[in-house]
């Protein structure tokens, strides 16, 4: 990678023998949206407001389930990096996820049009077994579990009103449990069939006819009465395994009428995808490639598209009902839009017409979404959505990457129709510019530097690489060329020195491996393991498992009944010296700090501010603490029940985490044993000195400890986003930089509890191919030090930070001599080369020079690089060593099988 005006040789190691395989996407959800109230207390003006974007669940092959948020600002209606992952719900070992839906937890406490959030969502998942999963959004664990009394359970829907779930089960029912005020029950079952039931979708709520004496009744009870009562399910539709669609009356769970497809040579026709529009027209994809519309008066077909090759596996309803997508075995992605037709018997008439097609998977489609979603509502009722806003429809299926493309119809050409994602100006789904989401994870792969080893984990197993040196050029050109002829030369290498299968009950979740090489820690959500590594002679290396290291964990986290007992991690993070080990707990969120040194691992401190309650008020400012620079911040550990311990104190009992200092007192913090706050801390970063220990939350609360001291140093004000990655500068140990999954970025000096001047003048003099990177930043380094002394500078070489994504390296100087236009811009940048104190200390001028203009922006030397993708981990070796590991998407579509392809001319 080279500068403009100076260049940067790098040894890069492109690692591709990596094996890490994503797991292929059998499952895409958005949250759906609370019911309109027919009681006219609360009005709708979706239209007047901005647009606001829900939750992303993606469920995985390997049981794993993504959460990804928005990461547009709340009113801003675009955003390059789109939603991101920001927790992964580890599935237990082994299973998958076939069906996800979402529901409401209690949609009276929502206006219709609140966009509900992750604390006001419940989420349920299956798997091809009888059982079906709610999961803990919160903790990022399974809450509960049902059977469904039927066998397998083939499709999962969730009515409108966010009180019943569907299920289609393999013995030929329809069971529906009751989800209603956060319970999971089940209420009723529907008359068997002789097939199973591949797909379910409810049909249009319709308003609750009272009598007048209910009415009087209504009219006397008090007004916070449920408005769940409001709306009520008439009936839904099943496909099923016979080539027929059955339309169901809830009330009495009967068949109403029976709707067959077509066949071939008497083969039975699969219906895999049903859907219902508010209108009552009915929608199928089966296994023929045909989509079938009928009408749910008279089920009889009303229209009938050979649209796919091969069966059609998923279908997904613009949120005005106006469009369909569905997808299948055949990779394409297929619109059919309500098209205005002129017609004798009136003025205007519509119908359904296959309007579009695009090819942007390279293998089966497996689940599409869309966003906002859809709810099929009366046409008195019918929803209004803000018209200059896009709507984004997400697909996935084995290629392992969600992919989202704008899908706004031809005829919104009233008014400008913004593209969310930013990829192009054009939003109709036939002409905008889709984007893939990466399919690799942050974490999956870690680097020791010190040992040279890459180390990758699997759903259940961990394997380990060692990097070979490359010899000393000076060296081999000092020796004799008598036996040149003899010697081959240097092919550059790795080999692999670890394969080893773990038992877990859950998806691996962390792992880490020390610098030197000689620590691995792994965990699933209920256990963490610890392995000492021994490298022989030949350089082979030896396990050695440490015993009893979950029961060290298991004595220092204090028996809860808001958690189950778990040694799982969130996040593992050795000392520079792998002196110690850090540890966020997965369930229970404590910081531990465990020291490595002596005959067995001891525990040194547990730390609980992240356990905090009343941390933050709306989301930005820190509530309840002293003044950052009061010397008492540093005894703030005992606030919240910190405590030292020894080995000599396991057997006795934590204290009480009731105990207060005076401090607490004063703050008027409940109990943090009963009010403990819900949190994932899954950042963590050491100093190269050992000293500093920063950790960070998904509520985006950092918080920073001393490690020579073991104590609590101070906490940072929290931002708008949850940190992507945190990273300690090796030149200037109490320099911390904060990147996150937008492409901003924060300097922090933890050491003067202050942002200073030139880290808020770097973040604001990064280029917008940076900021506006379509994949978020996954982590950073600063240049490292050329010496081994810390504080060591190569002369005359200006400092850098590289950030890496998964298809971008980018290279930033730690320079202030930026540039701007004109003969302004030189006296400016004069200026600044004249400041004293050097690069690391110099503030910049404002981020638009002094009359905001932007010709004046500061811009300082940069280089992107797009030529390594997909990146699963970037870090540097030495100071001119960098190794990239990549995971091709060619290499990782080799171990599928074959995508299916039709000729279409030459056949006979």
Request: aromatic fraction near 8%; charged fraction near 25%.
């Given at each position: ?10 040894a ?11 797991s ?12 309109p ?12 407001q901005?647009?606001?974007f829900g ?15 928005w990461?547009g ?5 675009q ?5 991101v992952?920001?927790k992964t719900?580890?599935?237990p070992?082994p299973?998958?996820?076939?069906s ?10 929502l206006?219709p049009d609140?966009?509900p959030t992750?604390?006001?969502?419940r989420?349920?998942s ?5 059982e ?7 903790r990022?664990c399974i809450?509960r ?5 039927g066998g ?6 969730a ?11 393999e013995?030929?029912t329809?069971?529906?449990l009751s989800v209603?005020?956060d319970t ?9 069939v ?6 379910i ?10 009598s007048q004496?209910?009415?009087?009744t ?5 007004d916070?009465?449920?408005e769940?009562?409001d709306?009520t ?8 395994s016979d080539s027929s669609?059955?339309?169901w009356?809830?009330?009495t ?9 077509d066949?071939?040579?008497n083969e ?11 209108d009552?027209t009915?929608?199928s994809g ?7 519309f009928?009408d749910?008066?008279t089920?009889?077909?009303l229209y ?6 091969a069966d ?6 613009s949120?005005?009902g ?7 075995v055949?990779q ?13 018997k ?5 119908q359904?017409t ?6 942007m998977?390279?293998h089966d489609?497996r ?5 906002p979603?859809y709810?099929?509502?009366?046409g008195?009722?019918?929803r ?6 896009a709507?984004?429809?997400?697909s ?6 969600v992919?989202?493309?704008p ?27 889709h984007?893939?989401l990466?399919?690799v ?5 870690r680097?020791?530097?010190?040992a040279?080893?890459v180390s990758c984990a699997r ?16 060296a081999a050109l000092?020796r004799e060329l008598?036996?040149?002829?003899e010697?081959e030369?240097?092919a ?6 670890l394969?080893m299968?773990l038992n ?5 979740t ?11 820690a792994?965990s699933?959500?209920?256990e963490?393991?610890l392995?000492?590594?021994r ?16 029961a ?23 000392t ?10 997965a369930l229970?969120?404590?910081i531990l700090?465990?020291d490595?040194?002596g ?5 040194l ?6 356990r905090?309650q ?16 009061e010397?008492?911040?540093n ?9 030292d311990?020894d080995?000599?104190d396991?057997e006795?009992?934590s204290p ?5 200092s005076d401090?607490d ?11 403990a706050?819900v ?12 000293q500093?220990?920063?950790?960070s939350d998904?509520r985006a609360?950092t918080?920073?400890f001393?490690l ?6 101070c906490v ?9 990655t945190?990273?300690?500068d090796?030149?200037?140990?109490s ?9 901003t970025?924060q300097?922090?000096?933890v050491?003067t509890?202050?942002f ?9 003099s990064?280029?917008?191919r ?5 994949d978020?930043v996954?982590?950073a380094s600063?240049d490292?030090p050329?010496?081994a002394?810390?504080?060591g500078r ?10 890496w994504g998964?298809t971008?390296?980018?290279?930033v100087?730690?320079?202030t001599?930026?540039?701007t ?16 104190g ?5 503030p910049?001028?404002g981020?638009?020079g002094?009359h905001?203009?932007?010709?004046d ?8 690089v797009t030529?390594?993708?997909p990146?699963?981990c970037?870090?540097?070796l030495?100071?001119?060593?960098l190794?990239?590991?990549e995971?091709?998407?060619?290499d990782v579509l080799?171990?599928?099988?074959p ?6 001319y030459?056949?006979?």
């Amino acid at each position: 990678m080279d500068r403009k005006r100076e260049t940067t040789t790098l040894a890069v190691h492109r690692c591709r023998f990596v094996d890490y395989a994503p797991s292929s996407i059998t499952a895409l959800a958005y949250p759906p949206l609370p019911l309109p109230s027919l009681k006219g207390k609360k009005k709708t003006t979706a239209g007047k407001q901005p647009l606001k974007f829900g939750l992303l669940a993606v469920g995985h092959a390997n049981g794993n389930i993504d959460i990804c948020e928005w990461m547009g600002a709340d009113r801003e209606s675009q955003c390059s990096q789109a939603w991101v992952v920001r927790k992964t719900l580890p599935g237990p070992y082994p299973s998958k996820v076939d069906s996800l839906a979402f529901v409401i937890r209690h949609p009276d406490d929502l206006g219709p049009d609140d966009v509900p959030t992750q604390a006001d969502l419940r989420l349920f998942s299956s798997g091809g077994g009888s059982e079906l999963i709610e999961w803990d959004l919160e903790r990022g664990c399974i809450r509960r579990t049902i059977t469904s009394q039927g066998g397998s359970i083939w499709s999962v829907a969730a009515n409108p009103s966010s009180s019943s779930l569907a299920l289609g089960c393999e013995d030929g029912t329809v069971r529906i449990l009751s989800v209603a005020h956060d319970t999971l029950t089940h209420s009723r079952h529907f008359d068997r069939v002789k097939c199973r039931m591949l797909s379910i979708a409810w049909g249009p709520p319709v308003p609750r006819v009272r009598s007048q004496t209910q009415k009087d009744t209504a009219t006397d009870s008090s007004d916070d009465e449920d408005e769940e009562d409001d709306w009520t399910d008439s009936w839904l539709v099943t496909g099923g395994s016979d080539s027929s669609l059955r339309k169901w009356d809830v009330a009495t769970g009967r068949v109403i009428e029976r709707m067959g497809v077509d066949k071939v040579r008497n083969e039975r026709t699969l219906v895999w995808t049903v859907g219902v529009l508010g209108d009552g027209t009915i929608i199928s994809g089966d296994s023929l490639g045909n989509v079938k519309f009928w009408d749910s008066r008279t089920c009889t077909q009303l229209y009938t598209f050979t649209a796919h090759g091969a069966d059609v596996l998923c279908m997904a309803i613009s949120p005005e009902g106006r469009a369909v997508y569905t997808a299948g075995v055949d990779q394409k992605v297929v619109q059919f839009s309500l098209v205005k037709t002129s017609s004798e018997k009136g003025p205007s008439s519509s119908q359904w017409t296959q309007t579009s097609s695009r090819r942007m998977h390279s293998h089966d489609i497996r689940a599409l979404a869309i966003w906002p979603p859809y709810t099929p509502l009366p046409g008195a009722h019918k929803r209004q959505f803000p018209i200059d806003v896009a709507p984004v429809l997400a697909s996935g299926g084995l290629d392992m990457s969600v992919v989202l493309t704008p899908a706004a119809l031809p005829t919104s050409t009233v008014v400008k129709v913004t593209n969310p994602l930013n990829t192009s100006m054009e939003a109709t789904f036939e002409d905008a510019y889709h984007r893939k989401l990466a399919y690799v994870v942050p974490g999956i792969v870690r680097v020791a530097r010190g040992a040279r080893l890459v180390s990758c984990a699997r759903e259940a197993g961990l394997s380990v690489w060692r990097i070979q040196k490359k010899p000393d050029e000076t060296a081999a050109l000092s020796r004799e060329l008598q036996d040149a002829e003899e010697q081959e030369p240097f092919a550059g290498g790795w080999e692999k020195v670890l394969e080893m299968d773990l038992n877990v009950h859950s998806n691996i979740t962390q792992h880490e491996i020390s610098d030197d090489g000689k620590w691995l820690a792994v965990s699933d959500l209920y256990e963490s393991k610890l392995f000492s590594l021994r490298t022989d002679e030949r350089g082979q290396v030896d396990l050695k498992r440490i015993k009893h290291f979950s029961a060290i964990i298991q004595a220092h986290i204090p028996a809860s009944s808001t958690h189950v007992a778990s040694t799982g991690a969130a996040a593992f993070q050795f000392t520079p010296d792998s002196s110690k080990l850090v540890m966020s707990t997965a369930l229970s969120s404590y910081i531990l700090v465990i020291d490595l040194t002596g005959d067995k691992p001891r525990v040194l401190r547990r730390f609980d501010q992240h356990r905090m309650q009343d941390s933050i008020v709306h989301d930005r400012v820190i509530k309840g603490r002293a003044h950052p620079l009061e010397p008492k911040i540093n005894g703030h550990a005992a606030v919240n029940g910190d405590t030292d311990v020894d080995m000599a104190d396991v057997e006795a009992e934590s204290p009480p985490p009731s105990e207060k200092s005076d401090e607490d007192s004063d703050s008027d913090e409940e109990d943090v044993g009963s009010t403990a706050a819900v949190v994932s801390v899954d950042r963590i970063a050491v100093s190269t000195d050992g000293q500093w220990l920063a950790t960070s939350d998904n509520r985006a609360r950092t918080h920073i400890f001393n490690l020579d001291l073991i104590s609590h140093h101070c906490v940072l004000p929290s931002f708008p986003r949850a940190t992507q990655t945190l990273v300690f500068d090796p030149m200037h140990p109490s320099v911390l930089l904060l990147a996150f999954p937008d492409n901003t970025i924060q300097i922090y000096d933890v050491e003067t509890r202050q942002f200073p001047a030139w880290g808020k003048e770097l973040g604001a003099s990064l280029p917008k191919r940076f900021t506006y990177a379509h994949d978020p930043v996954l982590g950073a380094s600063f240049d490292p030090p050329a010496g081994a002394a810390l504080g060591g500078r190569s002369a005359g070489r200006t400092r850098y930070i590289l950030f890496w994504g998964a298809t971008w390296l980018f290279k930033v100087s730690l320079d202030t001599s930026v540039r701007t236009g004109g003969r302004a811009g030189k006296r400016r940048r004069e200026a600044v080369l004249a400041t004293p104190g050097g690069p690391m200390a110099t503030p910049g001028a404002g981020a638009h020079g002094p009359h905001g203009l932007e010709e004046d922006r500061q811009w300082r030397d940069y280089k992107m690089v797009t030529q390594y993708r997909p990146i699963a981990c970037c870090a540097f070796l030495s100071k001119d060593e960098l190794v990239v590991v990549e995971r091709p998407l060619v290499d990782v579509l080799l171990t599928l099988p074959p995508a299916y392809f039709k000729h279409k001319y030459g056949t006979s």
